[in-house]
């Protein structure tokens, strides 16, 4: 963390978002270059993102600075937030879609009163925020990788929808991609939760591969059924006539992310020393946060974990015992309660089609 960036108080927001504005070019300090509008350029970054990212200030301060990290302290676990150059990618595309700010534009259209337009310098011009949001793809297998937790810069989504005043049938929000990919989402998900158009990741412009220049994060709910990357159009539909492009292959319409947790240390298979050692991992649930998570180790009854710092009910949370390992095998398994009381389920589901349930057990050995 940047210490001279840590600006608190009400006007940073405003401070920030001149900051980005600047960055960006839109005030001056540093030009844009034209690229062409969703040019593929494989494997290479943008020569605007390359720019920006100079320019911006590090971190982009709007929400309290996080607090310090347990992962720090536990070697193996988690960090609070994940890095951007580890978060994890998922898309269709081969190529990371090269976008142009000089002809972006975002389109809200459908069953709406009020179609509207904007540029890029419009929509960030809007009042930012940061959100706290830990998104997870519905093919995470139960102790899979497909998950990160990023605080994510944009603006409302909720308030961009009401300006376009949506038709009483629309029941279905459909993301576009300037690569062709959508994914769609209840209306009704925008129920006050902070579903935003993102520009920033981590303090960072959004990275090429994690969709620049924006894209839709609706907490609680599964990538493919609302993070739409590369986002050139927002259409207001209904689910019985149009929908995402993951449904036709047997993925379900709707798809809240379900409570899950994972064992970062040990891992499976790791030959232990006798030494104490910390069992240590990440819970999370859709947005009622995690109250509790417990462990099982061999057939002693289940421990209670510590908790890490919940900074957000929408973020996973990083959990820890203390343990000492005897010879032999052992096996580990964990499971987690979400804020509103239930357990996660147990039953051994598969992915498909709306995401995987079982607790997430392992096999260490001291040989
Ligand atoms: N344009 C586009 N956006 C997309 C996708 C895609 O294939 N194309 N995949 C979605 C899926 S399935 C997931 S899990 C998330 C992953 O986001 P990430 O790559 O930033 O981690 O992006 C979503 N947005
Ligand atoms: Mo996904």
Redesign the pocket.
């Known amino acids: 963390m940047d210490k001279d960036s840590a600006d608190g108080g009400g006007t940073s927001a405003m401070l920030s978002r001149r900051n980005l504005l600047k960055a960006l070019g839109v005030v001056g300090a540093v030009g844009i270059t034209a690229t062409g509008a969703a040019k593929l350029l494989s494997g290479k970054v943008t020569t605007q993102v390359t720019k920006i990212a100079a320019a911006l200030p590090k971190p982009l301060k709007f929400l309290a600075k996080p607090p310090v990290d347990p992962a720090l302290s536990t070697p193996g676990l988690s960090p609070l937030f994940t890095p951007n150059k580890d978060?994890?990618?998922?898309?269709?595309?081969f190529a990371v879609p090269d976008v142009s700010l000089d002809t972006w534009k975002l389109e809200i259209t459908g069953m709406v009163a009020k179609p509207l337009t904007f540029t890029y310098e419009e929509l960030i011009a809007r009042p930012t925020f940061e959100l706290d949001d830990t998104?997870?793809?519905?093919?995470n297998e139960v102790g899979g990788t497909?998950i990160?937790n990023a605080r994510w810069q944009g603006i409302r989504l909720d308030d961009l929808i009401r300006e376009a005043a949506p038709n009483a049938n629309a029941d279905q929000v459909l993301g576009y991609?300037v690569?062709g990919?959508t994914?769609g989402f209840p209306l009704a998900a925008l129920d006050g939760r902070d579903a935003m158009i993102a520009f920033g990741m981590n303090g960072e412009v959004l990275p090429p591969?994690?969709?620049y220049p924006a894209?839709i994060i609706v907490p609680g709910l599964?990538?493919?059924v609302s993070?739409?990357?590369?986002l050139s159009k927002i259409e207001v539909t209904r689910f019985d006539t149009k929908h995402g492009?993951?449904i036709s292959q047997g993925w379900a319409e709707r798809a809240p992310i379900k409570t899950s947790s994972r064992i970062d240390t040990p891992m499976n298979g790791e030959d232990l020393k006798l030494d104490p050692m910390a069992i240590a991992g990440v819970a999370w649930a859709a947005t009622s946060g995690i109250s509790q998570v417990e462990v099982k180790i061999d057939n002693e009854p289940w421990r209670v974990a510590t908790l890490g710092p919940e900074i957000a009910k929408t973020t996973w949370r990083q959990w820890w015992i203390d343990w000492q390992p005897k010879k032999g095998g052992h096996v580990i398994a964990v499971r987690a309660t979400d804020g509103d009381g239930k357990l996660q389920s147990q039953a051994n589901v598969p992915v498909i089609p709306d995401g995987a349930e079982g607790w997430h057990t392992i096999k260490v050995q001291n040989s």
């Open positions: 978060f994890f990618r998922i898309d269709t595309s998104i997870s793809c519905v093919s497909l990160g991609s690569d990919f994914a591969k994690h969709g894209r599964y990538g493919y993070a739409t990357k590369w492009y993951w």
